[in-house]
């Protein structure tokens, strides 16, 4: 792994990392879409799809349902087929299942959906992780990683900016005399499988990890890749590469290694894979796992909770404001009364209105989408001089002021400036989490550690997606203050968190 460290240094950084980092893109775009695609269908919905206030929360839970059912059997099978076999796989599945999923005319076939989007969604999330910091040297490493993670906050706008041109439209289409009824978000959900779809073919034309052929013994195929990026980087032939030769006197041994029958490879490969992840478990790294895992449960708690209900609570401001200054609180109660009023109500004949997103919605969340770019512009120039560790405690302390300033927002201004710092602040923790993990754990363990913190930060993300309207109908003061308690748990456990020797 040293040598493929000094042989990727030796590549640079140049047009093979800009072909990746552009290609994933579309993949991370992927996966936002998954999650961010249901709250803005959720207002528009509503009456198409009879939904509660509740069946909203378990809508925008499903998908991590479905994510945290594979993504540990889905890493530490990465770990031993391969991250691109994966990431192709689950790509394809998305698309086909948020097709689908816009054909849906009932809740439940799009709450089927949802959870398949998810599976395939986590499918291919850890293995696109991995596959940018594997093709990354380790001085550049962080800051790729960084730069990958902002593409979560500029899909989110572009997707804002898709749902703003799609939703307010009055698209409607009837087939087969009245079965399939097509309403405008059921097209706006065809246009976002295209993310998926774009990022099938663009990662068929990425190679697969050279560190990944390192643990199979695979080392000419490593040496094949390591070459053809040192060409595209600095358009030198392949002659000055100086580790043109690196590993000759092994690829007879993995020729011979590569000998027999297929199944006999396969069993080997998964006893092997289990044979490298048993130190995953041993002191100390299974407690950092532990550590990491506690951290990602409550940042992504709070992360997807402040981020996946916010079109809604625009929405219900956008509404339910008055002239007087009434606070975020008063407009939330107001909007839970008259939802629980509509949907116990049997004998009401008129028709159901759906409380639609306006203008006004669609550019705070473009604001919001914006002011969580710049965290990562910040993180990028601070993480190599203060350090992860110090990042990531700064974050939990600022996202507990935050969180409480919600309880007690006025002013529409107040609300968007508060929900997009918090939003940016807790986006910055998981992706600092992430890159925690990357660091700590090595290759041939690397895409399942961070499966394993995924799937608990998802499991946070179910938690709180389902909890938050529980809670609302309590008193709206009752989930911010919940969130913010959280929070000063996690800055807690941050202390903890191991810092690598140089």
């Known amino acids: ?48 799809l009879n939904m509660s206030l509740l069946q909203k929360g ?43 999923s816009g054909t849906s005319q009932t809740y439940l076939v799009l709450v089927i959906c949802k959870f398949f989007e998810g599976l395939l969604s986590a499918t291919s999330f850890a293995p696109v992780i991995t596959l940018t910091s594997e093709f990354c040297h380790s001085d550049i490493r962080d800051r790729v990683m960084l730069i990958q993670s ?13 749902s703003w041109a799609i939703l307010p439209q009055n698209w409607e289409q009837t087939y087969f005399n009245g079965t399939i009824v097509l309403h405008t978000w ?21 190679p697969e990890s050279p560190k990944y052929y390192i643990t199979q013994k695979r080392y000419d195929e490593a040496r094949d890749i390591l070459v053809k990026i040192y060409k595209q980087n600095t358009g030198k032939p392949a002659d000055t590469f100086p580790y043109k030769n690196v590993w ?43 550590l990491l895992c506690a951290l990602n449960f409550f940042s992504m708690l709070l992360y997807n909770v402040i981020r996946l209900w916010f079109p809604q609570l625009s ?61 990562y512009i910040v993180t990028s ?34 609300f968007v400036a508060l929900f997009s710092f918090d939003v940016s602040i807790a986006q910055m923790a998981k992706s600092l989490n992430q890159a925690l993990v990357v660091e700590i754990f090595p290759t041939t363990m690397r895409t399942l550690s961070i499966a394993m913190v995924m799937t608990i930060g998802r499991i946070g993300s179910v938690v709180g997606n389902v909890l938050f309207p529980i809670l609302l109908d309590m008193g709206c003061a009752v989930p911010f203050y919940t969130l913010a308690v959280t929070m000063i748990g996690t800055t807690m456990l941050s202390l903890v968190i191991p810092v690598k020797k140089k």
Request: charged content about 15%; proline content about 3%; hydrophobic content about 50%.
């Open 1 to 48: 792994m040293q040598e493929v460290n000094l042989a990727l240094k030796e590549c640079g950084l140049g047009l093979f990392h800009i072909r990746l980092l552009c290609t994933s893109f579309f993949g991370m775009a992927s996966g936002v879409a998954v999650l961010n695609s249901t709250p803005y269908i959720l207002p528009v919905a509503e009456c198409d």
């Open 58 to 100: 378990v809508l925008n839970a499903m998908p991590f349902i479905g994510m945290v059912l594979i993504s540990v059997v889905a890493g530490f099978l990465t770990d031993i087929f391969g991250r691109k076999n994966f990431i192709l796989a689950g790509f394809t599945g998305l698309f086909i299942f948020t097709v689908i």
């Open 150 to 162: 902002s593409f979560a906050a500029i899909s989110q706008v572009a997707i804002v900016l898709m």
């Open 186 to 206: 059921n097209f706006y959900l065809f246009i976002m499988s295209l993310w998926s779809l774009t990022a099938t073919i663009l990662y068929a034309f990425l």
């Open 248 to 290: 000759k006197e092994r690829i007879k041994q993995e020729i011979e290694e590569s000998s027999g029958p297929s199944a006999k490879n396969c069993g080997q490969m998964l006893s092997t894979g289990v044979h490298n992840i048993k130190p995953l478990f041993q002191k100390p790294r299974g407690l950092y796992l532990i």
């Open 315 to 375: 929405t219900i401001v956008e509404h339910y404001s008055s002239a007087e200054n009434q606070d975020l609180c008063a407009m939330l109660d107001a909007y839970t009364h008259d939802l629980g009023v509509r949907t116990s109500n049997v004998t009401v004949t008129e028709v159901c209105v759906p409380t639609v997103s306006g203008t006004e919605t669609y550019i705070n969340s473009v604001i919001l989408g914006t002011v969580c770019i710049f965290p």
């Open 381 to 414: 120039v601070l993480v190599g001089k203060v350090g992860k560790k110090n990042l990531y405690i700064a974050c939990c302390l600022i996202s507990v002021g935050a969180t409480l300033g919600l309880r007690w927002a006025s002013s529409k201004v107040g």
